[in-house]
Structure formats: structure tokens, C-alpha cells
């Protein structure tokens, strides 16, 4: 009866087949347990709290040599991160702009956005890593060259951004009163740090005066959107909607400069001393040329889902809007373009992925992200193979799931209802 009758025929295979599945795992386990007995290995983690001993370029939080190879990976981890959302955005902004424009109808646009896609997506990702580092490196002046009475490079934007072959200084963020040179007061140099975790491989330090900043945007948001449904609710009842856009900037953006300026907000630019600059945040190229080559790179993917999306849209679409006087780029932007989303984000949540997981090419360029701290020194330096794969691979899996769960969900926003 389990097996001919068609009530219960397929519940029983997919017992027997989970049955399956769970020996084979099982199997593998034991087998792996035994084999790292004969060699005299057990499985455990502990040499994550073991110190490091090796140094991290580029990091968003504090680290030294002496910390623990638990903090080592989260600090990969983080650069991953970093890349991930940063490639993200610029690759959709990129891949939108594109992929409408192959759809111009300037034969001259149309074909340069031919080219680029085609160009991109046809070379093996790894490859325009390596030419865009190679290219910073080999393009922009060494920090010797901004030297000196007549220096043949010079600063960009108010002598406050300094592009060179070993990175990119841009202005730091500070807070704090200054005096007529230049200098801190001691006395008013900011409202402090909140230490969290202690001193654990997960220590924190988040700043006081961002998170007033930070309380007094969200709340200006909040507010902003409370007028906004006030409009709204004015428009459903007499159909005619107020005016809110100035007051709506106005409550965010007025609140925050207060803030800003009451905490002594200035930025903190980079000064050229001895053989390199000092100050400011420095953007190291290993960090640029991975940034821009994935967000390049998957932007020509993207260009394609885009123009397939489009042209998904029923072309009366755009003959009723452009019947009703709407210009064209408001036809794209208010009903193409909110239409095409449908048809667009399942397979942008692939692309999105892709560029996440192609980070793990960072090591090309030298950029310490989870693959070269967690799966190259690290591993090295312990000669725990298993569990350093095993650990990247469950976090590249979690890193996978949340944005593929992110993106479902805003997919399941914009689809069609049903009624």
C-alpha cells in the first residue's frame, strides 16, 4: 500500500529518500572523524582564540596583531561585507542605467552600451580585478610627487582628497571644537565612545556623537513620514494634496545640521608628512580596484536583466502614458521601469550573489577579505583545514540566504495580486 497506492506512494519515497540522504551524511562525518584520528587531528575551534600574529591593511575597526584569529575573521568578515554592499549598489545603479540606454534611440548611445556589456561580461571577472589594480597602480602619481614648491600632482577638492598609487585619502569625519591653528581643544573633543563586549574578539566601540546623529535622522525620517501620510490622507479626503516636500527635507535635514554643528563636526583632511600622507580615511587600491571590477562586471549582467524586463512591458504601455502628455523619462521612471521590477528582481537576487560570492577573489589584490584572513593566514598559521572551510562556508551560506530572504521579500511586495 505505501508503495502502489498513490495516497501515500510519494510521502514514502521521500521518507526513504531522507533516510537516504541522512546515512550518506552520516557516513561522510564518520569517515572524516576517523581519518583525522589516524592522523592524530580531533575536530574543535579553539585556535580561533589563539593571537594572530599578522596584520590587517584595511579594516573598519580596530586591530592589532596581538588579537585573537576570531577577531582576525570578523574583521574579513566585515570587508566582505563592505565590498558585498558597496558592489551592490553601484553595480544596480550602473546595470539600470545602461541597460535602458541600450534601448535609446541614439543608434551612438545604444551601440557604447553594446560595447560595455559585451566587453564586461565576456572577460573572466578575475581578470578586471587584476587590470584595475593594475591600472591604479601604474596611472596615479606615488605621494612623492604632491612634494615639494612646484609638485607635479595636486589634491582635488579643496586640497582635501589625494588619489595615488597606493590608495585614495579622502576627508575623515570628526568631532570636536578646533582652535584658530587647526588644533583640538581639549576640552571639547566629543561626547565619547560606548565600549561593547569588553574585551572580547567581538569589543565594539560605537561613537557617542554618531549615534545622537544617527537618533536625530532616524526621528527627522520618522517625522517626515508622519507628514507625508498626513498628506495623504488630506489628498484621499478633498483630492487635492497638499505641498509637503520642503517641510519634509526641511525636518530632516535642518535637526541633523544642528547636531552636527553643536558636536563640532569638521572633517579632518589629509596632510602630506615625510614619504606618505597622513590623516583622513585611506581608501587602499586593492579595496577600489575589487570595488569597481565586480560592480562593472555584474552592472553588464544586470544591463541585461534590465533591458529584458523593459522589453517584457507591453508597448501600449508607453503609447497611453505618452497619449496622457507624460514626457518620456517619466514614462520610464513611473510606469515602465515599476511594471519591469517584477519581471527584474528574481534574477537580479542572482546577480546580487554572484557579486557577493566573487569577492572571495580579493586575495588577487591582495585585499584581506574572509577568504584571505579566515581561509588563507589563518588556516595556515593553524593547519585547521576542516574547520576553517566549514566556517567560511556556513557564513558565505548565511551571507547568501540573508540577501536572497531580503530580496524575496520585496519581491513578494511588488508582485501582482491576485483577487
Known amino acids: 500500500m505505501l508503495i502502489y497506492d498513490s495516497r501515500y506512494r510519494s510521502a514514502t519515497i521521500q521518507i526513504v529518500a531522507l533516510i537516504g540522504f541522512l546515512l550518506l551524511i552520516g557516513w561522510l562525518v564518520s569517515n572524516t572523524v576517523q581519518n583525522l584520528a589516524d592522523l592524530g587531528k580531533s575536530v574543535g575551534f579553539g585556535f580561533l582564540t589563539e593571537p594572530a600574529g599578522y596584520d590587517?591593511?584595511?579594516?573598519?575597526?580596530?586591530?592589532?596583531?596581538?588579537?585573537?584569529?576570531?577577531?582576525?575573521?570578523?574583521?574579513?568578515?566585515?570587508?566582505?561585507?563592505?565590498?558585498?554592499?558597496?558592489?551592490?549598489?553601484?553595480?544596480?545603479?550602473?546595470?539600470?542605467?545602461?541597460?535602458?540606454?541600450?534601448?535609446?534611440?541614439?543608434?551612438l548611445v545604444a551601440r557604447i552600451m553594446?560595447?560595455?556589456?559585451?566587453?564586461?561580461?565576456?572577460?573572466?571577472?578575475?581578470?578586471?580585478?587584476?587590470?584595475?589594480m593594475a591600472i591604479l597602480i601604474e596611472t596615479l602619481p606615488a605621494p612623492s610627487a604632491?612634494?615639494?614648491?612646484?609638485?607635479?600632482?595636486?589634491?582635488?577638492?579643496?586640497?582635501?582628497?589625494?588619489?595615488?598609487?597606493?590608495?585614495?585619502?579622502?576627508?575623515?569625519?570628526?568631532?570636536?571644537?578646533?582652535?584658530?591653528?587647526?588644533?583640538?581643544?581639549?576640552?571639547?573633543?566629543?561626547?565619547?565612545?560606548?565600549?561593547?563586549?569588553?574585551?572580547?574578539?567581538?569589543?565594539?566601540?560605537?561613537?557617542?556623537e554618531l549615534?545622537?546623529?544617527?537618533?536625530?535622522?532616524?526621528?527627522?525620517?520618522?517625522?517626515s513620514r508622519l507628514i507625508g501620510q498626513r498628506a495623504d490622507r488630506i489628498q484621499n479626503s478633498t483630492g487635492v494634496r497638499p505641498k509637503t516636500f520642503w517641510l519634509r527635507a526641511a525636518v530632516i535635514v535642518v535637526p541633523s545640521v544642528i547636531v552636527l554643528w553643536l558636536m563640532g563636526f569638521y572633517l579632518g583632511k589629509p596632510?602630506?608628512?615625510?614619504f606618505n600622507f597622513d590623516g583622513g580615511t585611506h581608501l587602499r587600491n586593492s579595496f577600489i580596484a575589487l570595488w569597481l571590477a565586480l560592480s562593472l562586471y555584474t552592472a553588464a549582467f544586470i544591463a541585461e536583466i534590465v533591458r529584458g524586463g523593459i522589453l517584457a512591458i507591453s508597448k501600449g504601455?508607453?503609447?497611453?502614458?505618452?497619449?496622457?502628455?507624460?514626457?518620456?523619462?517619466?514614462i520610464m521612471?513611473?510606469?515602465?521601469?515599476?511594471?519591469?521590477?517584477?519581471?527584474?528582481?528574481?534574477?537580479?537576487?542572482?546577480?546580487?550573489l554572484n557579486l557577493t560570492k566573487n569577492s572571495s577573489l580579493a586575495i588577487a589584490v591582495g585585499?584581506?577579505?574572509?577568504?584571505?584572513?579566515?581561509?588563507?593566514?589563518?588556516?595556515?598559521?593553524?593547519?585547521?583545514?576542516?574547520?576553517?572551510?566549514?566556517?567560511?562556508?556556513?557564513?558565505?551560506?548565511?551571507?547568501s540566504l540573508a540577501i536572497s530572504g531580503a530580496m524575496n521579500v520585496y519581491n513578494n511586495r511588488v508582485k501582482l495580486k491576485e483577487r
Open 114 to 132: 553594446t560595447v560595455y556589456v559585451e566587453m564586461f561580461r565576456n572577460v573572466p571577472v578575475l581578470l578586471w580585478i587584476v587590470f584595475s
Open 367 to 399: 585585499y584581506m577579505d574572509l577568504t584571505g584572513t579566515l581561509m588563507g593566514i589563518t588556516l595556515n598559521q593553524t593547519g585547521r583545514e576542516l574547520e576553517a572551510v566549514m566556517m567560511t562556508m556556513l557564513i558565505y551560506l548565511a551571507i
Open 56 to 107: 590587517i591593511n584595511q579594516r573598519l575597526l580596530d586591530y592589532d596583531s596581538r588579537d585573537s584569529h576570531a577577531r582576525a575573521s570578523l574583521m574579513g568578515l566585515l570587508n566582505t561585507l563592505l565590498v558585498a554592499v558597496l558592489g551592490c549598489i553601484m553595480a544596480t545603479i550602473v546595470g539600470v542605467i545602461v541597460g535602458v540606454l541600450r534601448l535609446s534611440n541614439n543608434w
Open 317 to 330: 504601455q508607453t503609447e497611453a502614458a505618452a497619449a496622457l502628455g507624460i514626457r518620456p523619462r517619466r
Open 146 to 208: 604632491f612634494r615639494g614648491d612646484e609638485p607635479s600632482a595636486s589634491m582635488l577638492l579643496g586640497d582635501s582628497v589625494a588619489l595615488t598609487n597606493r590608495g585614495v585619502y579622502v576627508p575623515e569625519p570628526l568631532f570636536g571644537r578646533m582652535d584658530e591653528e587647526g588644533h583640538p581643544l581639549t576640552w571639547r573633543q566629543g561626547l565619547g565612545d560606548i565600549h561593547l563586549f569588553g574585551e572580547a574578539w567581538f569589543r565594539f566601540d560605537v561613537s557617542l
Open 271 to 274: 596632510a602630506l608628512r615625510g
Open 333 to 352: 521612471s513611473l510606469v515602465i521601469l515599476p511594471q519591469a521590477m517584477r519581471v527584474i528582481i528574481p534574477p537580479l537576487i542572482s546577480q546580487y
Open 211 to 223: 549615534v545622537v546623529f544617527l537618533s536625530t535622522l532616524i526621528a527627522g525620517i520618522l517625522v
